[in-house]
Every structure is written in structure tokens, then in C-alpha cells.
């Protein structure tokens, strides 16, 4: 069984920073990709960033050069580093092992970001 905490979240003025944090339970950490996530208001939900097992990362275009994700396996923990916040990075942003495909059980249940201009 997984179970997935994200923490991290708040509300941050334009040009601001914030560190998203997962923490994970259960087995399959470590050798799993890892997601974020942001689904805006009326919006689905969207691929940040993810880092795969060995700390591979790949980044969308619209936070690549602002958000760093990073993880540390021994704390079954993976981090995302926002900064240069723009008031478009605002929505709940969830963590995901694994993949999307994989089912409701391996989502974190969101933490909300907000930036104002």
C-alpha cells in the first residue's frame, strides 16, 4: 500500500518562492518516477516535472529554468523547488509515483499554491 503527503503550499506573491515536498509510504519508492502535477481551476490536470529512479529529470516548458525537482530515496521523499513564481503557477499541485495510468491510490491528495500579482 502507498500512500503519498504532499506539504509545501501556500500563498506567495509574484516573484516569490515555495518548496513542495511528497513524502511517500510503502513499498516502490525508490525505483519509481515521480510526478508533480498542477490542475488549475476548470483545468486538467498537468505534468511540472518528474524524476525517475536513478534522478533523471524532464521538465514542462512553462516551469523549465524556474522549478527544480529533486529527490531524496532515503526519506522516500521528493521535493519541488518553485521560484520566480508567476500568478499563472496558481492551482493545487499533487505528486504521482509511478504513472497517471496507475490509478487513484498513487496520488498525493494535492496542495494548494497560490501567487499574487
Known amino acids: 500500500q502507498v500512500q503519498l503527503v504532499e506539504s509545501g503550499g501556500g500563498l506567495v506573491q509574484a516573484g516569490g518562492s515555495l518548496r513542495l515536498s511528497c513524502a511517500a509510504s510503502g513499498v516502490g519508492f525508490s525505483i519509481n518516477p515521480i510526478g508533480w502535477y498542477r490542475q488549475s481551476p476548470g483545468k486538467q490536470r498537468e505534468l511540472v516535472a518528474e524524476i525517475s529512479g536513478s534522478g533523471r529529470t524532464n521538465y514542462q516548458d512553462a516551469w523549465k529554468g524556474r522549478f527544480t525537482i529533486s529527490r531524496d530515496n532515503a526519506k522516500k521523499t521528493v521535493y519541488l523547488e518553485m521560484t520566480s513564481l508567476k500568478p499563472e503557477d496558481t492551482g493545487v499541485y499533487y505528486c504521482?509515483?509511478?504513472?497517471?495510468?496507475?490509478?487513484?491510490?498513487?496520488w498525493g491528495q494535492g496542495t494548494q499554491v497560490t501567487v499574487s500579482s
Open positions: 504521482n509515483l509511478g504513472a497517471p495510468s496507475w490509478g487513484d491510490a498513487y
